[in-house]
């Protein structure tokens, strides 16, 4: 039957036999568990009994959940706070790099560094720096100095920002890399010709960078907003003995799932907030994509 | 016919003498599943063997996994019918792995209700349901006031506190501050996530003259007058006579560990990882009394269990092998190996362990100790960490943070009882 295939059907032929492979594994390890997710959401079920039906049951108590809307608004407190930034120092620190020729490739190694190290190791380092006396280095430093110690990671509207710092730190390394290439791919012409026009630095900056940066900039943007909305790691490990507090201030939607699966063993309740999760990082997603076709 | 490899001997015997007397009872091989810790796995693994040379006739293999992942797989393989026959659970699972029917009651004719009632520890009542036990443990576990002898002679002070006030007072002698007033040395460590939480619950709760819960674990009681005096007692530890500071040193275990807590309340778990740590002399006392002598205390245990997927032979051998595991010997050989006490009067209480300057305190607070029915141990302790939380950050009033917790906590075992 095969050998009766006209040349163009051989072809589609072997392009299904090799996309094949591909799709059963995308549908094996990633829709069907998507779909069951899905599933569990409209279900009870605590790993060990059987499934039961809830219905909407789950968003119901999703929405009247005080906690949730806390956690909502944490994560978005740290996609707001740490975009922006993050964006902002790694912009500055490429854009200053890409100028200096001594110990380039030293400089950049290091800033590069962070990205390359596992977070739970850099989570628990911080975690140390921030505590009271006499064991944390900045408290240390503060009582030394005569001033009073700060309350890093005890304090309710404190924590968030000191947890989200090493977070933001850890990304930089990744950024500046795609900054700088991004930097490069600017053609030098256009600089040229601003010199002999006699334009000043800043307006090269706003007028000529910035805006063949775009591109570059949507990148980062929609990564790194994926990787706040999704932040745990660094959330989890820094407050492992009050995961997100104190008083939930710090804790982030991934967290709340997993303590919802996980210690509360609640995967219908679980499913649920993955689901909406899941829907935040659509939405977010087609925005920034639709920022990025106006280009 | 399985032959083990490690005893060729025994076992070829074994079958010589089966065929020479033309038995043909075979060879019965049970799997039994525990959650990793180094201790617990040595003690099961000479359990065992002691278990196999009484009962030539019966093979146990032990399969164990770290603790994150337990609870799944005990759940996705018991109904599939690969998992264990005779498994370990925390006394606290009890009620979600009968509702699952991933256990079976232990047999009343091997193990009489009256008999249990007589011998083990009263907390194991919890363990009933029904006219049945469902599970039972081999060792249990209580809590204690562990002290620097180091810091303790420093100060100059004589011996470990007996009562509240003196509990207070001792602590106010091991405590340090730094030129700009922070807290360098604790007299107490402080902290909800550890175990002070039973502290409170079962303990301070009712040295204050309450009870933490009615109804057999069902109705919260502790926004109380006693609840009150016992939150703000606790708290008072920070707020008022600055003897401690929450998350000194980040986890009150360590803050001990390293020298710079003069007490710490925690449980004979413990006990391993203190003695591994090298230049801190620690001695170990009961639970402070109250100001009227009465002591309380909290315990809680591991139990094993026979599976619903253990039928007939392989039944016969579970429930042989569960006697073994609840016997005076394997306790003994539990508290030797894993520093686990006793779940029997009849072995904790002997001469020598009750008066053991270590495993005694421990062993003294079973007698009168508590244990919670828990319906989500994680999710209530968070109550009281975040009760605290209110109070110590947000200066709440001790009557309205532990309102608020004890509303929160009764939501909860309304939600998991219906």
Redesign the interface.
Do not use: C, H, K
């Given at each position: 039957m095969y050998h009766r295939l006209s040349i163009r059907q051989k072809q589609i032929v072997w392009a299904w036999a090799f996309l094949a492979v591909p799709i059963v594994f995308y549908v094996v390890i990633r829709f069907y568990p998507t779909a069951n997710a899905m599933v569990i959401s409209f279900q009870n079920w605590?790993?060990?009994?059987d499934r039961t039906w809830a219905g909407w049951a789950n968003y119901a108590k999703l929405w009247n959940d005080p906690v949730f809307w806390k956690v909502f608004r944490n994560t978005f407190v740290y996609l707001l706070i740490g975009t922006p930034v993050s964006l902002v120092i790694s912009f500055v620190i490429a854009y200053h790099l890409d100028r200096l020729r001594f110990m380039h490739g030293f400089l950049r190694m290091l800033y590069f560094l962070p990205f390359m190290t596992t977070a739970v190791a850099m989570a628990w380092v911080w975690?140390?720096f921030y505590?009271?006396?006499?064991?944390g280095l900045f408290?240390n430093v503060l009582?030394t100095a005569?001033?009073?110690?700060v309350?890093f990671?005890?304090?309710?509207t404190l924590a968030l920002p000191a947890i989200l710092a090493p977070a933001v730190w850890a990304g930089l390394g990744f950024q500046i890399i795609i900054f700088m290439a991004g930097l490069r791919a600017i053609p030098r012409s256009y600089y040229e010709a601003a010199r002999i026009d006699g334009v000043s630095t800043w307006t090269i900056l706003w007028e000529i960078t910035l805006p063949l940066l775009k591109p570059t900039i949507v990148f980062i943007v929609v990564f790194s907003s994926i990787g706040f909305l999704r932040i745990f790691d660094h959330v989890f490990n820094m407050t492992t003995?009050?995961p997100g507090?104190?008083?939930n201030s710090t804790k982030p939607l991934v967290l709340m799932i997993y303590q919802s699966a996980?210690?509360?063993?609640n995967m219908g309740y679980a499913a649920a907030q993955t689901v909406v999760l899941f829907l935040i990082l659509l939405i977010v997603s087609l925005v920034q994509l639709r920022i990025l076709r106006d280009n | 016919m399985l032959v083990k490899l490690t005893k060729p001997g025994i076992a070829g015997v074994a079958t010589a003498v089966m065929l020479a007397a033309g038995s043909a009872q075979a060879e019965v091989e049970i799997e039994y599943w525990q959650y990793f810790f180094d201790a617990r796995v040595t003690a099961m693994e000479q359990l065992i063997e002691n278990f196999e040379s009484a009962n030539p006739d019966i093979t146990v293999t032990m399969t164990h996994f770290p603790y994150a992942d337990y609870r799944t797989k005990v759940a996705a393989a018991i109904p599939a019918g690969e998992g264990p026959d005779v498994v370990q659970l925390f006394y606290g699972w009890l009620n979600d792995y009968v509702a699952a029917e991933l256990i079976q009651p232990l047999p009343n004719d091997a193990f009489p209700p009256s008999m249990i009632e007589d011998e083990f520890f009263p907390m194991v009542g919890a363990m009933r349901e029904g006219d049945n036990y469902w599970a039972l443990p081999t060792a249990v576990r209580s809590l204690a006031l562990f002290y620097n002898k180091t810091l303790f002679d420093e100060a100059g002070i004589s011996g470990p506190p007996g009562t509240l006030d003196e509990f207070i007072e001792t602590a106010k002698m091991l405590t340090k501050t730094d030129a700009a007033g922070n807290l360098t040395q604790v007299g107490i460590t402080a902290g909800m996530n550890a175990q002070d939480h039973h502290w409170f619950r079962e303990v301070l709760v009712r040295q204050f003259g309450g009870e933490p819960y009615l109804d057999d674990y069902r109705t919260v009681n502790y926004n109380s007058e006693a609840g009150i005096a016992a939150a703000g007692f606790y708290t008072g530890l920070v707020n008022e006579h600055k003897v401690s500071a929450f998350g000194f040193m980040d986890e009150p275990q360590a803050a001990f560990k390293a020298g710079r807590a003069g007490m710490h309340i925690d449980g004979s778990f413990r006990i391993g990882s203190l003695n591994k740590t090298r230049g801190l002399k620690w001695g170990v006392t009961e639970l402070p009394a109250n100001s009227d002598g009465m002591r309380s205390n909290y315990s809680s245990y591991w139990v094993n269990a026979i599976t619903t997927k253990a039928e007939g032979e392989k039944y016969d051998a579970a429930v042989k092998f569960m006697q073994y595991v609840t016997s005076d010997e394997a306790m003994q050989i539990w508290l030797d190996v894993v520093g686990e006490l006793p779940a029997k009067p009849s072995v904790g209480l002997t001469e020598a362990n009750a008066n053991d300057e270590v495993f005694g305190p421990f062993i003294r607070g079973l007698a009168y100790a508590n244990t919670t029915k828990f319906a989500n141990e994680s999710a209530q302790r968070q109550i009281l960490i975040d009760m605290v939380q209110r109070i110590d950050i947000e200066g709440q009033a001790v009557a309205d943070s532990i309102a608020i917790a004890a509303e929160a906590e009764q939501e909860l075992l309304n939600e998991y009882h219906n």
């Open positions: 605590n790993l060990l009994g975690r140390w505590q009271p006396v006499p064991i408290n009582a005569g001033i009073p110690q309350e990671l005890r304090s309710t003995n009050d507090g104190p008083l996980f210690t509360d063993f | -």
